[in-house]
Each structure stands twice: as structure tokens, then as C-alpha cells.
């Protein structure tokens, strides 16, 4: 690959001689290593000075890494290493996997390798903020859990993907994932049936996270025998939760009213995930959304925990964080 070489003497000469390895990790069009040094360029850079702090020089199945720093050629090398080790196991690397290995490099972990639980269905966590996040909702001593941030972190996902599994270990009874459905009364108020028919078409995103846990079968049996149950906030009001591992999404859209009534519907043996994105606030009244509220009020408590994601946390398309960004950089201009 050519690009604007980066001042600095250290230099390292990477050889992946295992057959399909280095094609793995260099990528089509060696667009894997451009993903590698996009990571490390310098935004301050004067005009005329090199634009990346490290270069990557990609001839057969050798990499030669310039680095402005050793730290930085440190960094290289995990990255490298982690994604030819997937290579070794796996025989080829996608696009996310690779950011994964960049952001897991930044410090947060001693290893620059995104993890694959087989216990979650075989998902890759791939930030660390995902892990931090998927280690709470496995702490027994965690009650009530609150995931924050942008859309695309994976945060209703992941929760019910640790729902799944503490359902399947028989450490909870059922699951019980409720939404705000703050559309009902206007938007879908045109259609037939009751509130919860209205609002199925809102709930779909959960239900498509319970099918990439389990097979179709087993999902309906579970429903019908009310193991799983998704429905909207309203239904919540005057029950009390117990042994369930209960989620609440898209809390954003709560009232402070609503949200204390759901969090105190939690019983014995019970945990609670509330997720939500401050940012994408549905209300009529913004400033009433009782996520925020309730984050300010409980995240000292004991047995509370609360994981804030960022838009470098964001596993959708790439492009996704930077639109997340500009939004932010905008709001925060106008306010």
C-alpha cells in the first residue's frame, strides 16, 4: 500500500509466512492495513507534515511498520498479532474484527484480541466497553445494570443475549423485556387491535435479538409457556417482577414517573438492565425522560452499575460513529 511516510526511525519488519495468513490480515486490496493506519492519524498534523503517525508497507507475506514512537510500534504488533491468530483459527478476517482488534489495542486491555463467547451464541465483543458491560450482566451482585449510549453499541443486544443464557442455566424463571411505547397513542393509533397489536411492529427489534439466540421453535415454546415475555411499558404498572431478568428499552423515552415505577416492580431474585440513548429522545417534553434522572439519583447505590458507551463503541458500519459524532459536535455547538 503507498502512503505519506511518518517521521521517526523505529521500524519493524513483521513476517506471516503460514499460508493464507497474511492474506487474511492484509485484507482484499490490502484494506485491512488502511483500517490499521487510519487509526493512527494525527489530526494536528501541520499542512505539508506527514497525515499518520504510523506507515504500513505490506511486499508478500512481510509487513514493515515505521512508527513515529515505540509505543506505537508496540500497538501495531498486538493488532498483527491478534488478527493473525484469528486467521490461524478462523481462515479469514472481516471488517469488524478488525476494528475490534484496533479498539482492544487502545490500552483497555492487555490484549489486543476481540473476545468470542461460545456461551452468548458465539458473539465478539468488540470493545472493551462491551466487555465491561457483558460482565455486569453476568455479576450476581449486580441488580440493576444501566447500558447508555449511542445506537449500534450492542447494548439491547448484548442484554438479551445475557438474558438468553441465564434463562437457558435455569438462574432466572423468565425474561421480560418492556419498552416505552411512546408511538401508540399518535402514529399507530390508526391501526386495528389492541395496544399491544399497535405497537408488535415497534417491538420487532428485540424479538430478532432473541432469534439470533435461539432456534424459532424453541423461542415460541418459551413464549407460549411465558418464559419470554416483550411488552410495552404500561404493562408493567402494578406487578411485581420476581426470579426474571427483566430489560428495559429504549428508556430514553420513560418518564421520570414511569421510570421509577418500573424499576420499583423488581422482586426477588430478580435483575433489571435499563438501556437507552439520551440523545434520541422521543418525548414531547425531553426534559422529562427519567433515564438521565434516574442514572443521577441511583449510580452510587450499591449493587447498581452503570456502562456509558461512546461512538467509538459503535459495531455497525463504520460510518455510523463518525455520523454519531458530527450529530454530537452539531448538538453541542447549538446548546
Known amino acids: 500500500m503507498t502512503t505519506t511516510p511518518a517521521a521517526g526511525a523505529h521500524t519493524r519488519v513483521i513476517a506471516l509466512s503460514e499460508a493464507g495468513v ?21 489530526p494536528n498534523a501541520p499542512r505539508g507534515a506527514p497525515a499518520y503517525s504510523v506507515v504500513l508497507d505490506a511486499q508478500g507475506d512481510q509487513l514493515t511498520v515505521r512508527a513515529r514512537t515505540g509505543a506505537e510500534l508496540e500497538r501495531v504488533q498486538r493488532i498483527v498479532d491478534a488478527l493473525a491468530d484469528l486467521a490461524r483459527r478462523k481462515g479469514r478476517i472481516r471488517e469488524g474484527e478488525v476494528l475490534a482488534a484496533i479498539s482492544f489495542s487502545e490500552g483497555f486491555s492487555d490484549s489486543a484480541a476481540p473476545l468470542t463467547l461460545p456461551q452468548l451464541g458465539g458473539l465478539t465483543l468488540r470493545t472493551p466497553r462491551q466487555v465491561h458491560y ?5 455479576d450476581e451482585n449486580l441488580d440493576l445494570i444501566f447500558g447508555v449510549g449511542p445506537a449500534g453499541t450492542g447494548k439491547t443486544f448484548l442484554a438479551v443475549a445475557a438474558a438468553v443464557e441465564a434463562l437457558k442455566q435455569e438462574r432466572v424463571d423468565r425474561i421480560i ?7 401508540a397513542g399518535e402514529k399507530l393509533g390508526y391501526l386495528p387491535g389492541d395496544l399491544a397489536e399497535k405497537v408488535d411492529p415497534y417491538l420487532q427489534p428485540i424479538w430478532d435479538a432473541f432469534r439470533s439466540q435461539m432456534n424459532e421453535n424453541d423461542l415460541k415454546a ?8 416483550v411488552a410495552p411499558l404500561a404493562f408493567m404498572r402494578g406487578r ?9 428499552d429504549e428508556s430514553q423515552n420513560a418518564t421520570i414517573l414511569q421510570m421509577k415505577m418500573v424499576l420499583t416492580r423488581l422482586g426477588e431474585g430478580s435483575r433489571m438492565v435499563v ?5 434520541q429522545i422521543d418525548l414531547v417534553r425531553p426534559d422529562q425522560s427519567g433515564l438521565a434522572h434516574a442514572i443521577r439519583i441511583l449510580e452510587h447505590i450499591r449493587g447498581v452499575e452503570v456502562i456509558r458507551f461512546a461512538p467509538q463503541d459503535v459495531v455497525r458500519h463504520r460510518l455510523v460513529a463518525h455520523i454519531v459524532e458530527a450529530y454530537d459536535r452539531d448538538e453541542n455547538r447549538r446548546a
Open 22 to 42: 497474511a492474506q487474511a490480515v492484509f485484507g482484499p486490496l490490502h484494506r485491512h492495513l488502511a483500517h490499521i493506519q487510519e487509526a493512527f492519524r494525527d
Open 134 to 138: 457483558v460482565e455486569a450482566l453476568r
Open 177 to 183: 423485556v418492556t419498552r416505552p411505547a411512546v408511538e
Open 240 to 248: 411485581t417482577l420476581s426470579n426474571a431478568f427483566v430489560i428495559v
Open 222 to 229: 418459551r413464549r407460549e409457556r411465558r418464559q419470554i415475555e
Open 275 to 279: 438501556t437507552g440513548d439520551p440523545s
